[in-house]
């Protein structure tokens, strides 16, 4: 199987890219403009054969014979994306479409990464696939909610239009290894502090919720939905939907990592989401998608990384 990775040098593509080359028979390109990914993040996959870096900008035209694209690429975390507005909606938009005319050429099967953001500061709790979302089209993060919202459109627009197999997935919080230290997220943002004894800084009183998935159960609901029938279009949640506050967050990364961090709280951002947790009943139904790994284990992996970083800073 030939298959595409975009945004491959980043958070979840890099993890996508490992679990997909442990199948003998796949051949992987990881295509990235290093926007946000790091080359750090694939060095360990760089040595095997079946693997093949390109440096390129999905906003550019693209012509690769595959079978099989995920569609990774788009600066996620709100630091990043807030620096680069319209170049962020470009990759929705213009990237995600070049992706599909690559897919209808090619017969390729094609899977688009949206996100929760699609709900925006959502009314509905949890949110389920066919909640049409609680989103400022003018806010300083609507350059992402409304270009991941656009994309999802073209994909659906290329399945009835084209019959290309298009499927959406939503990514409610995900964390775990090869997530930037720098990225401003919240799990990264927490653990980095604390592993250095800094002030963790939460904002607004600290109630407002996320429900976390560690990258593997990610990784797992992502290929059952690509090798789903093609008849599953989505768009379908993806997550995990144990809730918690981020107080109960940031004391529980302080009690794991041992640290004398202090809480300290800042102003709540324009546009964040009070609550976040996502419907899993679909992906349970239609994928057999229950994640299985707690959010104590999950971070305990995750501070086993960022220490990992912090070794090899020391010895390099």
């Not at 300290?264 to 009070?274: E, M, R, S, V």
């Amino acid at each position: 199987m030939k298959i595409l990775v975009t945004g491959g040098a980043g958070f979840l593509g890099s993890n996508l890219c490992k679990k997909l080359l442990e199948n003998q028979e796949n051949n992987v390109i990881c295509l990235d403009n290093f926007s946000s990914g790091k080359k750090e993040n694939i060095l360990e996959l760089m040595h095997n054969s079946r693997f093949k870096l390109i440096e390129h900008d999905i906003t550019e035209y693209l012509d690769i014979e595959v079978e099989q694209i995920y569609n990774a690429a788009c600066e996620a975390s709100p630091k990043f994306y807030q620096s680069h507005h319209l170049r962020t909606f470009e990759t929705c938009i213009l990237g995600t479409k070049n992706l599909l005319e690559l897919a209808k050429k090619y017969n390729a099967k094609f899977i688009q990464f949206s996100t929760s953001e699609i709900y925006g500061n959502p009314l509905q709790h949890p949110q389920h696939e066919n909640y049409f979302g609680n989103v400022n089209t003018m806010g300083v993060r609507s350059c992402y909610d409304e270009g991941k919202r656009a994309a999802e459109t073209l994909c659906f627009i290329y399945n009835k239009e084209y019959n290309v197999r298009t499927k959406v997935i939503r990514i409610f919080n995900t964390f775990g290894p090869n997530m930037r230290e720098d990225d401003g997220r919240v799990i990264s943002s927490f653990i980095s502090k604390a592993i250095r004894n800094e002030d963790i800084e939460v904002y607004g009183d600290g109630t407002q919720t996320r429900s976390l998935c560690y990258v593997d159960d990610l990784i797992d609901g992502i290929l059952k939905m690509m090798n789903s029938s093609d008849d599953i279009i989505g768009p379908i949640n993806l997550g995990n939907n144990y809730e918690l506050t981020m107080n109960e967050l940031a004391q529980k990364v302080i009690e794991l990592t041992g640290s004398t961090s202090k809480i300290i709280y800042k102003p709540l951002p324009q546009d964040d989401p009070i609550k976040r947790k996502p419907s899993l009943e679909l992906a349970k139904e239609l994928l057999g998608y229950v994640p299985k790994i707690s959010i104590d284990e999950g971070i305990k992996k995750t501070i086993q990384y960022y220490n990992s970083l912090k070794t090899t800073s020391k010895n390099s």
